[in-house]
C-alpha cells in the first residue's frame, strides 16, 4: 500500500482525530424535513443523509441515525414535506436539530411559519422557497453488509407536490444558484453555499 494514502477500515478505526467520513462524502444537500405527529404535534429537523433517487416517479430519502420523531410521525402519518435549507434560513434550520421532546414543535423553536399542504398532513415552511409534499413510499431499516440490522432507518418519500417561488424561475428555468442553498460539509460545523461563481458546465459525451 501507497504511503501517498491514508488508509484505513472503518470497522478498525479511523486513526485520525476526526472520523472524516461526512467530510469525504461532502458537500450534501439538506433534507429539511418537515412531519406532523398522529396527534398533530409538528416536528421540523435536518438530515444531511438525504438525496433524491428517482426521476419518475420523484423519489427522496433520508437516513435517520436511530429512530427519531420524524420517522416515527412519517411512519404513522404516511408522508413529509422537504424544504430547501437556504443561506438566509441556515441559523434557523440549525436551530430545528435540537434534541428536544416530541412535544416540542421546532417551527415555533425556530420562528418558523408553518403552512399547509394539500397532499399530505405535515405543513411545509413558509419561509423556504422550494418546497416537496412526499408521500411514503419505503421506510427501510440499514444493514451491515453480513446483514446485522443498523439502528439507521432509510425513508422514502414520493414527491407528489412541489412549490417553486416564482422569483426563483427565469424564463421558466429554475435558478439553483439564485436560491441560495447551502450543503453540509464534514466536522462538527462546516457547510458551504453555493453562487453563481461556482457553476460549470459539462455535457454528456455521445
Ligand atoms: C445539518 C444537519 C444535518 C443532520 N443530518 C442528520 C442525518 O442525516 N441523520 C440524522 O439522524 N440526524 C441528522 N442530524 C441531526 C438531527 O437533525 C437531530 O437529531 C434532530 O433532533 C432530529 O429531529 P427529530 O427527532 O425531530 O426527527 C443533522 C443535523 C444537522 C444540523
Not at 5 to 28: T, W
Not at 58 to 80: C, D, L, Q, R
Not at 106 to 118: C, D, K, N, V, Y
Request: charged share 15%; hydrophobic share 40%.
Amino acid at each position: 500500500m501507497s504511503d501517498d494514502f491514508h488508509y484505513y477500515e472503518p470497522s478498525a478505526g479511523h486513526g485520525l482525530p476526526h472520523d472524516p467520513f461526512n467530510a469525504l462524502v461532502a458537500p450534501r444537500p439538506i433534507g429539511w424535513i418537515s412531519s406532523v405527529a398522529a396527534d398533530g404535534t409538528r416536528n421540523l429537523a435536518p438530515y444531511s443523509f438525504f438525496n433524491a433517487f428517482n426521476y419518475t416517479p420523484p423519489i427522496v430519502g433520508f437516513a435517520s441515525v436511530g429512530y427519531k420523531h420524524s420517522v416515527a410521525n412519517i411512519e404513522a402519518t404516511g408522508g413529509f414535506g422537504w424544504n430547501l435549507a437556504t443561506r438566509p434560513l441556515a441559523e434557523a434550520m440549525n436551530e430545528s436539530c435540537r434534541p428536544v421532546e416530541a412535544e416540542v414543535d421546532e417551527f415555533e423553536l425556530a420562528g418558523l411559519t408553518p403552512t399547509p399542504s394539500r397532499h399530505i398532513a405535515a405543513p411545509r415552511v413558509a419561509e423556504s422557497p422550494v418546497s416537496f409534499e412526499c408521500r411514503l413510499s419505503q421506510i427501510l431499516r440499514l444493514t451491515g453488509a453480513d446483514g446485522e440490522a443498523t439502528n439507521s432507518w432509510m425513508v422514502f418519500g414520493e414527491v407528489v407536490g412541489v412549490y417553486i417561488a416564482r422569483h426563483l424561475l427565469v424564463d421558466g428555468i429554475y435558478d439553483t444558484a439564485a436560491a441560495e442553498p447551502i450543503l453540509r460539509a464534514g466536522g462538527p460545523a462546516d457547510y458551504f453555499e453555493v453562487s453563481p461563481n461556482h457553476r460549470f458546465q459539462m455535457h454528456r459525451p455521445g
